[in-house]
């Protein structure tokens, strides 16, 4: 089993910063794509930003130049850098992973989510 911890979220004033971290545990060969997703009341989750696990990023237009992903492969976790935060970024937070066990099946993984409020 896999379990992903999330941290890092909390209550901003708009044009501040926050940084999410999520720490992958369990019976795991490797990581394949890691990412993090928001869902915001009453809306659907939507990507944020991914990154393989060769350092490959993709990122929603919506936080390109303000949201900077990045992993620690060796410590199976990745991390969300929020800059110039907006009320419209507020939502709570799903880490993801794809997950690669020993026995070479793979299986997703979701974070219980950490909420991010950004205050006008």
């Known amino acids: 089993q896999v379990q992903l911890v999330e941290s890092g979220g909390g209550l901003v004033q708009a044009g501040g910063s926050l940084r999410l971290s999520c720490a992958a545990s369990g019976s795991i060969f490797s990581i394949n794509a890691m990412g993090w997703y928001r869902q915001a009341p009453g809306k659907r989750r939507e990507l944020v930003a991914t990154?393989?696990?060769?350092?490959?990023?993709n990122s929603a237009d919506s936080v390109k130049g303000r949201f900077t992903i990045s992993r620690d492969n060796a410590k199976n976790t990745v991390y969300l850098q929020m800059n110039t935060l907006k009320p419209e970024d507020t939502a709570v937070y799903y880490c993801?992973?794809?997950?690669?066990?020993?026995?070479?099946?793979?299986?997703?993984?979701w974070g219980q989510g950490t909420q991010v409020t950004v205050s006008s």
């Open positions: 990154v393989t696990g060769g350092g490959r990023t």
């Open positions: 993801y992973a794809d997950v690669t066990y020993y026995s070479g099946s793979r299986g997703d993984y």
